[in-house]
């Protein structure tokens, strides 16, 4: 839901001249003094610097003390991250999904504060009213390890804040991730949000000047596998690098809903800039049913509430790296069983970085996947592209995945490492080394025809129809076609096909490709996808009914 916009008066500075900044509702009313020790300093945040990579002695990892499986991959996230033993800290905490507020205060929250204290990773200021803020914050991450709660349950308004008359205020449920970036300050009101200093910045957590907040990252999964799986693949692809494809599915549902098909269409257009073969799905479903998703790196999409389409074929498999994210309100509200909600299904599908909320956050808290992208483009962390795409704190809000995850460190391609990924390897060359878009055209056409690449051919096929030339991507869908040998590669091409008619309004022409595919490909899974298709565009007659006596 996108929510409206309200001014919010900030003092900023101790004469109480006041400055008002743009915020949406829900927002937190404090009284002054408290307001400025959390909001003051986000107006002098820098808009732009290099990312300056967290150094292990400023992550600290939690983990389930009550169990063993627990601290073993904390052990091993931080054996593999160089993170000191000295800043693992085992907690003893029920294992559950959502837990009560009572017991994030005294199981999870103040022995993490009073850890800090104690190993001083922080020190606490205190106002006249009794209020803490941190400040020569040491530690700027936080690793929560698979074991700990993921969200805290709803609970009756305190009696001091009944009177309020501030929106949401009986919202007061959230995510244990995001409720800790803001642990060492007391008494803030637990309902609605608070303004994250950080958000449309670009700011590194080892030099963020906000130090009362630390970023929150989460290793978490339906299995401890998955959560090997995702350290490991994180510190590969850091080396390699993430080549592969980009696959993005807009919702066009329109009006205040158009705000997260912005967020994809920019993406699109970073993802183009940045040479990697990109296909969107711009039709009001999401990708149909198996549809044949290969060499999946990224996935951006929306609107269903359980996992679908693609991931729904058990040879679906993402990239080594990958990073996945479907815009749903409960799309992490628990990361046990795969087939519920989304968070958990991409990992469970390979993808080694995602984004979720465990309860409904509203279209305007939620993170906006087009900063997410651009800041990992730049090469910051996981966690900080996912601090600086979300506005609020306090609120329902994750990020799975090692949060120092960097991938795309590595994205310069060595001429003498071309065998693996060598399509991928081809393209982002091309880019570099024909900066003119005519003449780099012409000679990745050489390049797809010398190598018989059907990758190159249906990138170029797909970047030509997003400039509007039909009839040019046309021919290249078809050539790729014949070049690629793997049945659901050159059913995907046939769907390109399909999806031009489409947009053409040329419903019966897609329907015919449809048809022909359906014999051709009756024998692979991906088949379902062209059913889901014929199903949409030729809906089979309504059955008969009988007529009354």
């Known amino acids: 839901m996108n929510l409206p916009g309200r001014k919010l008066i900030v003092p900023y500075h101790r004469k109480f001249l006041w400055h008002t900044m743009d915020w949406p509702l829900p927002f937190r009313i404090m009284n002054r003094r408290r307001l400025f020790l959390l909001t003051s300093l986000s107006l002098c945040l820098p808009i732009f610097s290099k990312p300056t990579p967290l150094v292990p002695n400023q992550v600290v990892v939690v983990y389930n003390s009550t169990l063993p499986e627990s601290k073993a991959l904390a052990e091993f996230y931080a054996l593999n991250r160089l993170i000191p033993t000295s800043n693992l800290i085992g907690l003893e905490v029920p294992e559950k999904t959502t837990i009560d507020r009572l017991t994030y205060e005294k199981a999870i929250r103040q022995p993490l504060v009073k850890k800090f204290m104690e190993n001083q990773w922080w020190e606490l200021s205190k106002d006249q009213n009794g209020t803490s803020v941190p400040f020569k914050t040491k530690i700027r991450c936080i690793a929560l390890i698979k074991g700990i709660p993921l969200r805290i349950s709803r609970e009756a308004v305190p009696k001091d804040e009944e009177s309020s008359t501030r929106q949401f205020k009986k919202q007061n449920e959230a995510s244990i991730d995001s409720e800790l970036s803001l642990m060492g300050v007391s008494n803030h009101p637990i309902g609605g949000v608070i303004p994250n200093p950080c958000y449309n910045k670009e700011i590194s957590a080892a030099t963020n000047p906000a130090e009362f907040m630390v970023m929150v990252g989460r290793i978490d999964a339906n299995t401890y596998d998955h959560c090997n799986r995702m350290i490991l693949d994180a510190l ?267 947009r053409r309004d040329k419903i019966p022409d897609a329907i015919k490709i449809l048809k022909q595919a359906k014999k051709v490909y009756k024998d692979i899974p991906e088949v379902k996808a062209v059913e889901g298709l014929l199903t949409i565009l030729d809906p089979p007659s309504p059955p008969l009914t009988k007529p009354k006596n």
């Open 236 to 502: 590969d692809v850091e080396k390699e690098g993430l080549w592969g494809m980009t696959y993005l599915d807009l919702w066009t549902r329109g009006g205040s809903y158009k705000l997260g098909d912005d967020w994809i269409e920019n993406i699109t257009k970073a993802s183009i800039n940045s040479a990697t073969p990109t296909i969107v799905d711009r039709m009001k479903n999401t990708f149909v049913t198996n549809y044949p998703m290969r060499d999946a790196a990224v996935y951006f999409g929306w609107y269903t509430q359980h996992r679908n389409g693609p991931f729904l074929n058990d040879q679906m498999q993402f990239k080594k790296g990958a990073i996945a994210a479907h815009l749903h309100s409960f799309s992490g509200a628990q990361l046990l069983n795969p087939a519920k909600n989304w968070s958990v299904g991409l990992i469970d599908r390979g993808a080694a970085a995602t984004l979720g909320n465990v309860w409904e956050p509203y279209l305007g808290f939620t993170h906006r996947f087009d900063i997410f992208y651009d800041r990992l483009l730049k090469n910051y962390s996981l966690v900080e592209a996912a601090y600086m795409s979300i506005n609020v704190l306090s609120w329902q809000n994750i990020v799975i995945g090692d949060p120092l995850y960097r991938p795309f460190k590595t994205t310069t391609v060595r001429t003498n490492a071309m065998v693996k990924d060598r399509d991928y390897k081809l393209i982002r060359y091309a880019q570099s080394r024909f900066p003119d878009p005519e003449i780099r055209l012409a000679e990745l056409l050489k390049a797809a025809e010398r190598t018989k690449s059907g990758t190159v051919y249906e990138m170029v096929a797909f970047h030509t129809l997003e400039g509007g030339n039909n009839e040019q991507a046309a021919k290249g869908f078809r050539r790729a076609k014949e070049l690629f040998t793997d049945s659901a590669d050159k059913l995907r091409q046939d769907l390109h096909l399909v999806e031009l008619e489409r």
